[in-house]
């Protein structure tokens, strides 16, 4: 008798599964943006309108490095025109640079300008993106580290 009360915990300490659990969740968040086939403006090579982009300094010449780059462009219902919300610059303290960005050839203001023709914008187009430095001042940049947004609409006509 007394072997068969030995044996009776063992048994059930056995069959017991554990009662602690080690776990680790983790959730990964997936997006995707499917635009419409009848209005794209992507950039081309990567999502770097979505990071900073650097103008280099170059100590040879003192002058910043222009950023080139390609945009994507459709639309199926005429042409595609570009503006600048605010006139663009970048800021050290109260020191400013101010830019010049272009697209497709075409310098940006405030004011919209044609970047893409009917018939490009029809068959979609790659076009020139550029933002370069205005003009140098005569004594050189001042020194800091300098940083601005650029803010750009695109405008295509309504479909009929």
């Known amino acids: 008798m007394k072997s068969s009360l030995l044996a009776l ?5 056995i069959a017991t599964p554990a009662l602690a659990v080690q ?8 997006t995707a943006i499917v635009p419409t086939d009848k209005f794209i403006v992507e950039p081309l090579g ?3 309108m979505n990071e900073p982009q650097k103008m280099s300094f170059k100590p040879v010449d003192g002058s ?29 303290g109260s020191n400013t640079i101010g ?13 919209p300008e044609t970047v893409s023709n009917v018939a490009d914008s029809a ?13 140098k001042p005569t004594a050189g940049y001042v020194p800091g580290t300098y940083q601005g947004i650029v803010n750009l609409v695109f405008e ?5």
């Open 64 to 92: 910043l490095e222009p950023i080139r780059k390609q945009l994507t462009m459709k639309s199926t219902t005429g042409e595609i025109k570009a503006k600048l919300l605010t006139a663009p610059s970048m800021s050290s």
């Open 9 to 13: 915990p063992l048994a059930i300490l």
């Open 123 to 135: 068959a979609g187009t790659v076009v020139d993106f550029l933002v370069t430095a205005g003009t």
């Open 156 to 160: 295509t006509p309504d479909p009929a």
């Open 46 to 48: 990567g999502n770097w």
């Open 99 to 111: 830019l010049d960005v272009s697209i497709a050839g075409r310098r940006l203001s405030t004011s």
């Open 23 to 30: 776990r680790i969740d983790h959730t990964v968040t997936v």
